[in-house]
């Protein structure tokens, strides 16, 4: 099959389009012809290499996928060849209390399709069969693979983490990314008032179609700044923090007395100073997210055939172009989802 294929680490120079072994299945798992799959922050994170996390080399990958089974394991019996699905990105056992509890991004063999195992970015990935998810059919292959990663990650954070409630502020970081514009209309779906921010009028602008009642040009203005204007001096109720470093002290500084932070990255670095005393006198929780359940993105899913969450798709490319598309995503110019169509 053809495949994007990377041998080292390094800059998106180090991507191949070129021949790699169609994967073989076992019983529980499926074959999937993969017709789209959307990038994320964490192909760049794989590509470049992480201290301390030795992904095997040669290396697919890719951990967003909407497609067609191509084939099933002997064991399989909820899909049938020929049937259009989009599949979950992480892969736990299946096994541990916290798999059976449903907690299964907290399973410590969890890892995503193209994270330490082949991903999607290739005409063939296989996965296990409990991580093909019913296909929105109101959507095409591309919109369908923009989804899973993003939605599922906001969905967790927001709700299982910070536990937002109706009527709530929410300020959500990076509107533009992919799990900014996710977050922005899980938020809204529930209720809470959304100020977001980006870094040009033009996703400003997008960010308020998509419902943000408020934004704030991080370029431009001081976010704790503008949060204490909105808000008249009180602060958010909850910060959807993934920036890092460069946005840390401004989130700190906007949470209202009891308010919750909770992060699921840190793009800008990991860098970061709590002072103490405002932790414990504002009486703040800050709480760190990792991915999201099966059964959550089953919820996404469901909203997303409704049509009451859209995908973002910003740019879409051939699978040959993958390094383009990974230059581009790393050059932050873009809303919403980047896409690689197979
Ligand atoms: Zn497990």
């Given at each position: 099959?053809?495949?994007?294929?990377?041998?080292?680490h390094?800059?998106p120079?180090?991507?191949?389009?070129?021949?790699?072994?169609?994967?073989?299945?076992?019983?529980?798992?499926v074959?999937?012809?993969?017709?789209?799959?959307?990038?994320?922050?964490?192909?760049?994170?794989?590509?470049?290499?992480?201290?301390?996390v030795?992904?095997?080399?040669?290396?697919?990958?890719?951990?967003?996928?909407?497609?067609?089974?191509?084939e099933?394991?002997?064991?399989?019996?909820?899909?049938?060849?020929?049937?259009?699905?989009?599949?979950?990105p992480?892969?736990?056992?299946g096994?541990?209390?916290?798999?059976?509890?449903?907690?299964?991004?907290?399973?410590?063999?969890?890892?995503?399709?193209g994270?330490?195992?082949d991903?999607?970015?290739?005409?063939?990935?296989k996965?296990p069969?409990?991580?093909?998810?019913?296909?929105?059919?109101?959507l095409?292959?591309?919109?369908?693979?923009?989804?899973?990663?993003?939605?599922?990650?906001?969905?967790?954070?927001?709700?299982?983490?910070?536990?937002?409630?109706?009527?709530?502020?929410?300020?959500?970081?990076?509107?533009?990314?992919?799990?900014?514009?996710?977050?922005?209309?899980i938020?809204?779906?529930?209720?809470?008032?959304?100020?977001?921010?980006?870094?040009?009028?033009?996703?400003?602008?997008?960010?308020?179609?998509?419902?943000?009642?408020?934004?704030?040009?991080?370029?431009?203005?001081?976010?704790k700044?503008e949060?204490?204007?909105?808000?008249?001096k009180?602060?958010?109720?909850?910060?959807?923090?993934?920036?890092?470093?460069?946005?840390?002290?401004?989130?700190?500084?906007?949470?209202?007395?009891?308010g919750?932070?909770?992060?699921?990255?840190?793009?800008?670095?990991?860098?970061?100073?709590?002072?103490l005393?405002?932790?414990?006198?504002?009486?703040?929780s800050?709480?760190?997210?990792?991915?999201?359940?099966?059964?959550?993105?089953?919820?996404?899913?469901?909203?997303?055939?409704?049509?009451?969450?859209?995908?973002?798709?910003?740019?879409?490319?051939?699978?040959?172009?993958?390094?383009?598309?990974?230059t581009?995503?790393?050059?932050?110019?873009?809303?919403?989802?980047?896409?690689?169509?197979?």
């Amino acid at each position: 099959m053809k495949a994007i294929v990377f041998e080292k680490h390094g800059a998106p120079e180090v991507l191949h389009y070129t021949d790699a072994p169609t994967p073989t299945i076992r019983p529980s798992e499926v074959l999937v012809r993969v017709k789209a799959c959307a990038l994320n922050h964490l192909d760049l994170w794989v590509r470049r290499g992480l201290p301390g996390v030795p992904i095997p080399l040669p290396h697919i990958p890719g951990s967003d996928v909407a497609g067609e089974v191509a084939e099933i394991g002997a064991d399989v019996t909820t899909v049938r060849p020929g049937q259009k699905v989009v599949l979950a990105p992480g892969v736990t056992c299946g096994k541990c209390p916290a798999c059976i509890s449903g907690h299964d991004n907290r399973c410590r063999a969890f890892t995503n399709l193209g994270y330490m195992i082949d991903g999607g970015c290739a005409e063939f990935v296989k996965a296990p069969e409990v991580n093909c998810m019913p296909y929105p059919e109101n959507l095409s292959f591309e919109e369908a693979a923009s989804i899973p990663l993003v939605f599922q990650t906001a969905w967790h954070m927001l709700l299982s983490r910070a536990e937002l409630q109706p009527g709530e502020d929410v300020l959500i970081l990076g509107a533009g990314s992919g799990v900014g514009s996710a977050a922005i209309q899980i938020a809204k779906f529930f209720g809470a008032r959304v100020i977001a921010t980006a870094s040009s009028q033009e996703k400003l602008d997008k960010a308020t179609e998509l419902g943000a009642d408020h934004v704030i040009n991080h370029k431009t203005q001081k976010i704790k700044d503008e949060v204490r204007r909105i808000t008249a001096k009180r602060g958010v109720d909850v910060v959807f923090e993934h920036v890092g470093t460069a946005t840390w002290d401004d989130s700190i500084a906007s949470l209202t007395p009891g308010g919750r932070l909770v992060t699921c990255g840190a793009t800008t670095g990991y860098d970061a100073k709590l002072d103490l005393r405002l932790l414990f006198a504002k009486q703040l929780s800050l709480m760190g997210s990792y991915m999201g359940t099966k059964s959550e993105l089953h919820s996404v899913m469901r909203l997303v055939a409704a049509g009451r969450f859209k995908p973002v798709i910003d740019k879409i490319f051939p699978l040959a172009e993958a390094a383009a598309a990974h230059t581009y995503l790393e050059s932050g110019a873009q809303f919403g989802k980047v896409v690689l169509t197979v």
